[in-house]
């Protein structure tokens, strides 16, 4: 997969964006010096298949709490969501699922898709009731029958579009 630098960014945020050793990231990208990247350079993040070859995406809807998954652009299933709170909002952008983890644990429910943005993730939910609520603290609550049946169709490398 490739990403494209984006301002602010560096191979530090790059490699735990994307959960891979910064080494790795050097090395496979044969950066000899990790200080200088320039906005728009393409870096090679080798653990990820090229999202073009997959042909689900999940389209996430802030404001009106719904992810959408569609499979060769036409919709295959709706989900309600839980998203962040105010002071703790849904990051909006592109991102792509990068790994997964079933049964996370504590109010991750039964599984977590982490996003190329370290720290947030689709997952499920111990609390159901927040469903349709801004509650999180960013990331994307669902019940866990949904994240369990969204999860057996995507691959990791889906690109997963988070709108207002």
Known sequence: MIHIVKAGESLAIIAANYRISLNQLIAVNKISNPNIIYIGQQINIPSLPNPDSIPYSIHISVSSKRLILKREGQVVREYPIAVGKIVTATPVGDFVIVNREPNPGGPF?????????????????????????????GCIRMYNNDVLELASMVPNGTRVFIRP
Do not use: F, R
């Not at 370290?118 to 349709?132: D, F, K, Q, R, V």
């Open 109 to 137: 429910g039964v599984m977590w898709l982490s996003l190329s943005k370290i720290h947030y993730g689709i997952h499920g939910t111990n609390n159901p009731a927040s469903i349709g609520k801004a509650v999180s603290l």
